[in-house]
């Protein structure tokens, strides 16, 4: 357990110690940006059939050649057709760019960029989950910044407003649709580095759940568990607000209720569209309030080895937080509670709460380990995830490297334990 320091594993010494309160000073620093920052409320059409209403917006607000990113797969499903159909009808002209892959990088944006200029596109438009939504949104970006997609990441990069963007998400998980973020792969150096600007903010998406319904099992419980995610990891933020956290912990409950509605019949409308508008919920809390270590060691398992980012959090979360635990318990007990679990204490919810997380991924076949993770590269996948945490996340309870490697080295697959 993580939450005893015994005389074989001392305590942090005085030089953690120092640099947490340089940490915690940094992300002091970071929240007075972000509170005085104002970050815009995309219009949102919710619904069963609500992609007619954006498209109806869309044409509202005078577009004239929409640039629609998605991937190839939702082109052979079908599901991008329709939308250019109605879009036609609507006098606007459209070209589709499907060419984006699970984890876009910078030369796929940097295609995509040129590809909108050459057909004289003035709005974007995003399909699909979350890289098509991050894709779009840097696309759109990178056409009126006049910078190169590399030259984008961190945070406030942006020169210039990006062309209007929009957003129709067929997965709920990553709440793209509602952020200020936007997350591309370096693949030279196998890291995953964020693009954070408040112009980022689609001007209108819909949740609709008929673009939900043939997402098969796995992409559900990986989407939902990324939502889950954003939500627990931003009400344990140390940046949460009582608005992050009213949108935290709703979203807690719906997924909890509705996700494994969703897993087992595709076909549940009404659990789709719960997931859909919980989705949205954690991704407006975590825009404010921020993720933590899950994100960060999740995205170095994304960067590395390819794992799907909600998968990649599913796996990741109830080992963090059994770390965090000693620093978050009253907090964690306000999840509990939110999930459903009932007992007498803070710690007994608590505790409850990470259990509930770890019995939720069983039901929804994601494992305790991730299977392509090797022994080797847990130093490297570990000091990564410090440098992106301890740049940019307000956690409750920080880790040094040797306890970031020991709760990675709880997700090594039984063959490199043994090792």
């Known amino acids: 357990m993580y939450h005893g320091e015994s005389m074989s594993n001392p305590g942090p010494g005085p030089l953690f110690k120092m640099r947490t309160l340089l940490y915690r000073a940094r992300m002091l620093a970071l929240r007075g940006l972000t509170m005085l920052m104002p970050v815009p409320r995309p219009i949102l059409f919710v619904g069963a059939d609500s992609t007619r209403e954006l498209t109806r917006a869309i044409a509202r607000f005078g577009t004239g050649h929409v640039f629609i990113v998605t991937d190839a797969t939702l082109v052979k499903l079908g599901v991008i057709e329709p939308i250019v159909e109605h879009l036609t009808s609507l006098d606007i002209r459209t070209t589709v760019f499907d060419r984006v892959e699970p984890d876009p990088d910078f030369a796929l944006v940097d295609a995509g960029a040129a590809e909108l200029e050459a057909a004289g596109c003035d709005a974007v438009l995003a399909v699909g989950g979350g890289s098509p939504m991050d894709a779009a949104k840097v ?10 997609a590399a030259k984008l990441t961190g945070i406030l990069k942006l020169t210039a407003p990006p062309l209007p963007i929009y957003a129709l998400p067929t997965t709920a998980g990553s709440g793209s649709e509602v952020t200020i973020a936007a997350v591309l792969t370096d693949r030279e150096a196998q890291l995953k580095k964020p693009v954070v600007d408040p112009k980022l903010v689609p001007a209108a998406a819909a949740l609709d759940p008929l673009l939900m319904l043939g997402l098969p099992p796995g992409v559900t419980a990986a989407t939902g568990m ?6 627990v990891e931003s009400y344990l933020s140390r940046h949460a607000t009582p608005d992050t956290d009213r949108l935290a912990l709703a979203a807690v409950r719906m997924i909890t209720r509705h996700l494994p509605r969703a897993y087992a019949d595709g076909s549940d409308v009404e659990a789709r569209e719960a997931m859909a508008i919980a989705a949205s919920y954690a991704g407006s809390a975590f825009t404010r309030a921020n993720v933590g270590y899950v994100h960060a060691i999740a995205h170095q398992f994304g960067a590395r080895y390819h794992t799907p980012h909600g998968l990649a959090n599913a796996i990741v979360m109830p080992h963090v937080l059994e770390y965090t635990r000693p620093a978050a318990e009253r907090r964690m007990a306000d999840l509990a509670r939110a999930a459903g679990v009932e007992s007498e204490t803070d710690a007994e919810l608590a505790e409850g709460f990470i259990r509930r997380i770890r019995d939720l991924n069983d039901e929804l076949g994601i494992p305790d380990c991730l299977t392509q993770l090797r022994r080797a590269d847990v130093p490297a996948i570990a000091a990564a ?10 956690v409750p309870r920080y880790m040094d490297r040797r306890r970031c490697e020991a709760v990675i080295t709880r997700m090594l697959p039984s063959s490199e334990a043994d090792s």
């Open 139 to 148: 696309i759109a970006a990178r056409v009126t910044s006049n910078k190169p």
């Open 385 to 394: 995830a410090l440098k992106e945490a301890h740049s940019l996340y307000p």
């Open 226 to 231: 990324d939502a889950m995610t954003h939500a």
